[in-house]
C-alpha cells in the first residue's frame, strides 16, 4: 500500500493543529489562465530528467521500476505504473522513439502478466490479479512480507490502461502492449478485495488475511474506485462510490474552503490519470467545484501553511513549500535551540484541518504534483529550491526525495547525508514520487495523459458508475 494506507492506519501522533490565518504578505489565488510557464527552459530540464529515472534506473529485460535510486534492491508495483505512464510521455517529448518506449511497454506487461499468480506466501507474485507492494528485482516474485496492495495496483492498472490507449498503432509491439495491458485489468478480481464490501480493503497477506482497514475517501484511491467500478469482469457494485465519499471533509483550512487531506498526494495522485475539470460527482456538486479546482486551493493551503510556519522550521516560506510522504532524516526526538523537536524517516506528512504532521521535511514532488493546478504558485517554488540548495537536491534525476533544513545534528542518519550548516539532503529518488513530477508537468504542458486517457471505456465507465457528469464526460456521452 502507498503512504496514504499507512497514514489511515497507522493513527500516527500529531502535533496540535493551530487556527491558521493568511499571512499578511500571501496574495488571494489567482487562476493564471494564460499558461505563460509551458515552454520554460526549468520544466524541460526536470521534466527530461524525471524520465531518465524510469527510462535508465529500470531494468530493461523486466520492466520492474525500483522502488527508490541508487538504495533500492527491491521493485515497486507503483513506480512501475508511473514507469508505464512515463513511456509515452517520452515518446511525446522526443527522448526515445516511439518503437522503443512501445518495446519497452510490452516487456513490461508481458513480464507482469507471466509472474506466477496464487495464495502462497512465497514464490509468486500477487493473487487474484493484484500484485505484492513490493517485488524481488532478481526474480519479480514477492519480496519480503510485503502485502497485496490494492491502491497500487491500481496505480499499476492506470499506467497500463494508458499504454493501452495510446499505444494504437498496428506493429506487434503495440498489438502485444494492448493484449497484456488489457488482460491485466480484466484479472484484477476487485470484487474479491471488499470483504466488507462495497468498500475495497487496503490490502491482504496471505499469512493473515485482509488488513482490517477499507479504502474509504478522501485520499489517493479515487483512481481505484473508479477504475473497480469500469471493470468489464469484476466490478464493484454502484453504492461503492457514496461508501468511498461518506467520510468526506470539508473544512476551511489556512484560509482554503476544500475537500481536506494533509498530504499532497491525496490531491495529486488520482489526477496523474484523470481530468477532473468541469465533471463532478455528487459531492462535488453539492459545493460546486469539481476535483481540479479543490486541487488547486489545497496547493494554496499549503503554501499559506509553509508561509505562516506556526511549528517555527527552518527554510519553510511563500516559495519554499511541500509535505507529503516522502523521507526523512531519522527517527529520533532532540533539542533544538531550546525546542524539543521530533523527526522521521519516510513518513506521511501533511496538513489539514484535523491533523498536522510535519517535522520541517520538505518534498520538493508536493509542489511539483501541483503544477497543474496552480503553476503560479509551484514553479516558483521548484525554481526557488533549486537555485537556494543546488546540487545538494537536483541532480541527475532531478529532485531528490527531501530535505530538511532544520536537522543540523551531526548524527548518522539512514539515509541521506547532513549539512552542518545547510540541513539534512536526501540522496535517493523516489519512484512513486518522481511519477508525479513527471506525469503533471506533462500534463500542464499538453495535457497527453488526460486526453488520452479520456479514449478508455473503463475508465469512463467507473466515472459514470460513479455519478459523474458533465463537462468532456458529457461530451463524450452525447457523441457515442
Known sequence: MTAGAGLLASGAACTHVPVLQRAAAVPAPVVITDIAYRSDPFLADLENRTFDYFWRATDPHTGLTPDRSPSSTISSIAAIGFGLTAYPIGVAEGYVSRAQAADRARTTLKYLYDLPQGPADSGVAGYRGFFYHYLDTSHGRRAGHAELSTIDTAILMAGALLCEQYFDGPSAAEVGVRAYADSLYRRVDWTWAAPNSPAVALGWYPETGFIQYD??????????????????THPLPDS?????????RWEEWASEDHLNFGPAFGHEYSQ??????????AFMREHN?????????AAYAQRDYATYNPMGWAGYGPEAWGLSACDGPADTSVSLDGVYRTFHTYWARGSDYMRIADDGTITPSA?????????????PALKTMRATYGSLIYSVYGFVDAYNPSF???????????????????????GIDEGPILAMIENYRTELIWTTMRRSPYLATGLERAGFSGGWLGHRLATR
Not at 496523474?272 to 463532478?280: A, E, H, L, M
Not at 541521506?416 to 536526501?426: K, Q
Open 215 to 232: 479504502w474509504r475517501g478522501y485520499n489517493e484511491a479515487m483512481i481505484l474506485y473508479v477504475l473497480a467500478l469500469g471493470s468489464p
Open 240 to 248: 461503492a462510490w457514496a461508501e468511498y465519499t461518506r467520510t468526506y
Open 272 to 281: 496523474v490519470w484523470i481530468d477532473f475539470r468541469g465533471i463532478q460527482d
Open 289 to 297: 467545484i469539481d476535483y481540479f479546482e479543490n486541487s488547486r486551493r
Open 367 to 379: 509542489a511539483a504534483g501541483y503544477i497543474p493546478f496552480a503553476p503560479e504558485i509551484a514553479i
Open 408 to 430: 543540523t545534528l551531526s548524527v548518522h542518519t539512514p539515509l541521506g547525508r547532513v549539512d552542518g550548516a545547510r540541513g539534512w539532503f536526501d540522496t535517493d529518488f523516489l
